[in-house]
T-cell receptor, first 112, second 114 residues
């Protein structure tokens, strides 16, 4: 079993749809959870950063962490064609000094 | 704040030659930087952790003599792919941790070995 599991998709939705992206993990020591967006042949761009369990909202994006279930989610409301990218979940045990462990990434396509 | 600059963005080299990739933290000091490798439609796989002033820590299966990492200052880490072969062709990405902004990534380097 990999440390972080993420369905690679692809996921295709119409403009305006609500998108749900998910990851599961096996290491209960993870405390910091992140979602990155990556456009083709570019470095990942941080979208959301969450510590421990709970919800965090930023504009059209909402991140949820359920440590009891080892499950994290990213919701995108009112999706736009510009949201078309690969979304990677990532997590770490410590805030600094240790590397992030990534999921495989989910490719999202939003059609107009 | 927390910008990481990575160069070159793209490089093509002949088999058997060496290639150096630079990763710079522009507006903060990074005692630790990370090097990842990404194959098409695959996730980022950690290659090594680079610590300023000390030897890098390599992940299992990564040849330290082939992927030389130097972190000589608090703002610069380099990855040198030595005696490159076509199977080394990949997307290499560096990352640095900034306490306030979390982990910031460079824009990546597309290496093609012909």
């Amino acid at each position: 079993q990999k440390e972080v599991e993420q369905d690679p998709g692809p996921l295709s939705v119409p403009e305006g749809a609500i998108v749900s992206l998910n990851c599961t993990y096996s290491n209960s020591a993870f405390q910091y959870f992140m979602w990155y967006r990556q456009y083709s042949r570019k470095g990942p761009e941080l979208l959301m950063y969450t510590y421990s369990s709970g919800n965090k909202e930023d504009g059209r994006f909402t991140a949820q962490v359920d440590k009891s279930s080892k499950y994290i989610s990213l919701f995108i409301r009112d999706s736009q064609p510009s949201d078309s990218a690969t979304y990677l979940c990532a997590m770490s045990v410590n805030q600094a000094g240790t590397a992030l462990i990534f999921g495989k990434g989910t490719t999202l396509s939003v059609s107009s | 704040g927390a910008v990481v600059s990575q160069h070159p963005s793209r490089v093509i080299c002949k088999s058997g030659t060496s290639v150096k990739i630079e990763c710079r933290s522009l507006d903060f000091q990074a005692t630790t930087m990370f090097w990842y490798r990404q194959f098409p439609k695959q996730s980022l796989m950690l290659m090594a952790t680079s610590n300023e002033g000390s030897k890098a820590t390599y992940e299992q299966g990564v040849e330290k003599d082939k992927f030389l990492i130097n972190h000589a200052s608090l703002t610069l880490s380099t990855l040198t792919v030595t005696s490159a072969h076509p199977e080394d062709s990949s997307f290499y990405i560096c990352s640095a941790n900034h306490g306030q902004y979390g982990y910031t990534f460079g824009s990546g380097t597309r290496l093609t070995v012909v």
